[in-house]
């Protein structure tokens, strides 16, 4: 195959974050529906606001994923480390890695041979992770990588041929809809090699009031993570968003798993960006903004044995509310 760059290819690599960023927007906010990548939800301000999600009481998913890994940390260290051989500790979307710690701390104390690659598109967490986490877990061993989670998967590879770890915890894999979310897991399957492990975290369907009140608090803390990525587009993209023109709308479907989150425009209204395209909205249009999907452990498995893995272990909190499920690439 030519390895030369398309032209398609160098005119994307030669944008800067803001371009893509703007592309991205705009591409959104004029496809039908309207929508907006919640990717970018995570500027400092989104980072911020989410750890106030996370401690919100509502919010349970933290929690049970947070019980599974301070809890069953032997367990999963045993899991991960095998035979005892080299590998990279991937984390795709570290946030703080504040659970991945328990982990990590267990892996050095064993003197375990690992790198950790916490992966995350904030240049504020990778930033805050490699300072902070070689002066909290000393001997841990470190590098941070700033980007996509594909693009920094092959960097990783470039790295070191080392046997991979990956893990991609908090229900990330629910911010996609499941045939999304499936192909995605065959995209990750293609940059592992056999016996690379995945350690993947999943919300399940539990009951209808507690998933919807995780996505609704009474502190309005997710209403202001949502509306964060209009205050966002105006600080960077030079927009004018009225933000108390919009309101928070979440939905839960028991049946399909999908909870939704939209932003309705309470008025008609025109919003420019950049001074160059101009977005017109109607009275109770919405913006779809993000799905957290929910699953069945019986869906977890399915999923995995498509896209090239093997389950082989669980993890569960006392509720089993949560699951963070072990495979392997086939």
Avoid at 100 to 118: G, I, M
Avoid at 262 to 280: F, P
Wanted: aromatic share 10%; net charge negative.
């Amino acid at each position: 195959m030519d390895s030369t760059l398309t032209q398609t290819e160098l005119n994307k690599s030669s944008k800067t974050k803001t371009d893509l960023f703007y592309d991205d927007v705009i591409a959104g906010l004029k496809s039908t529906p309207k929508r907006l990548n919640s990717k970018y939800f995570y500027d400092a301000n989104g980072d911020k606001l989410f750890q106030e999600l996370m401690n919100s009481p509502e919010y349970y998913p933290t929690n049970c994923e947070l019980e599974i890994f301070s809890e069953k940390t032997a367990e999963i260290a045993d899991s991960i480390i095998g035979d005892g051989d080299a590998f990279d500790l991937i984390e795709l979307g570290a946030g703080d890695a504040m659970k991945s710690t328990y982990l990590l701390k267990y892996l050095v104390s064993k003197k375990a041979d690992f790198t950790y690659l916490p992966i995350d598109i904030s240049e504020n967490v990778i930033s805050y992770l490699n300072i902070t986490l070689p002066v909290t877990l000393p001997g841990l061993k470190i590098t941070g990588l700033n980007g996509e989670y594909f693009d920094m998967m092959e960097k990783a590879a470039s790295i070191s041929s080392r046997r991979k770890v990956v893990l991609f915890l908090g229900s990330n894999i629910g911010n996609m809809a499941v045939n999304d979310a499936i192909e995605f897991c065959r995209e990750l399957r293609k940059h592992l090699s056999s016996g690379d492990m995945v350690l993947i975290g999943m919300d399940l369907k539990k009951d209808p009031k507690v998933v919807l009140a995780a996505y609704n608090d009474k502190e309005g803390i997710t209403r202001r993570f949502n509306l964060n990525l209009l205050e966002r587009i105006n600080r960077e993209l030079n927009a004018n968003f009225d933000i108390d023109k919009f309101e928070h709308y979440p939905t839960y479907d028991p049946e399909t798993g999908a909870c939704k989150s939209y932003l309705i425009s309470t008025v008609d209204q025109q919003v420019t960006i950049n001074g160059k395209e101009t977005i017109s909205f109607l009275k109770d249009e919405y913006i779809y903004m993000e799905i957290s999907q929910k699953f069945t452990i019986m869906q977890a498995d399915q999923i995995a044995i498509n896209t090239g893995f093997a389950p082989v272990g669980q993890f569960f909190d006392t509720r089993k509310w949560f699951i963070d499920a072990i495979w392997v690439a086939a």
